[in-house]
């Protein structure tokens, strides 16, 4: 067998992907504060308490208006959260 299928493999892995937590948009309508921060992320368990950024990402519908403050967005999901009469603070 070749040396290079021997060997394990080595390839470039992101340190910051430990420190960034995806949140499903979803998963926001179980929540039952109405101003949606990292601390609140955190208090329910969404993301590791290691997180240092969130971001929410379009997965599923939001159903009441949300504040959403600190947390990066992606733009579907910018776009459903003001679509439900929320608004995005940075």
Known sequence: ???Q?????????SRKARF???VR???????????IDL??????????SRVRRARVILK?????PLVIRGVELTKGSRAAIEAAGGRVEE
């Open 1 to 3: 067998m070749p040396l």
């Open 5 to 13: 299928r021997r060997l394990p493999k080595y390839g470039f892995s």
């Open 20 to 22: 960034v937590g995806e």
């Open 25 to 35: 948009l979803d998963d926001l309508n179980a929540l039952s504060a109405e101003i």
């Open 39 to 48: 601390s609140v992320l955190r208090a329910k368990k969404l993301v590791s």
């Open 60 to 64: 599923g519908s939001i159903l009441k």
